[in-house]
């Protein structure tokens, strides 16, 4: 019966260790999220107002 308790209590808390990890995760990913959405807009607002942006092996040096 002991050893039955000590089973229980250890799963117990690899159950609520696990909950932690989860809840910290889903935290983590709703950040995520939303900076993959807010990079997401920033680059559909650059293309729409023509920045896109200059690829840096296409530049030309200041010197030319």
Known sequence: MQ???EQIA???RTV???SDVVARQETQIAI???R???LME???HRDQTGGG???LGDERPPHY
């Open 3 to 5: 050893q039955l308790e």
């Open 10 to 12: 250890h799963l117990t």
């Open 16 to 18: 609520e260790e696990m």
């Open 32 to 34: 995520l999220t939303r």
């Open 36 to 38: 993959v959405q807010m």
């Open 42 to 44: 920033r680059e559909a």
């Open 53 to 55: 942006g200059v690829v």
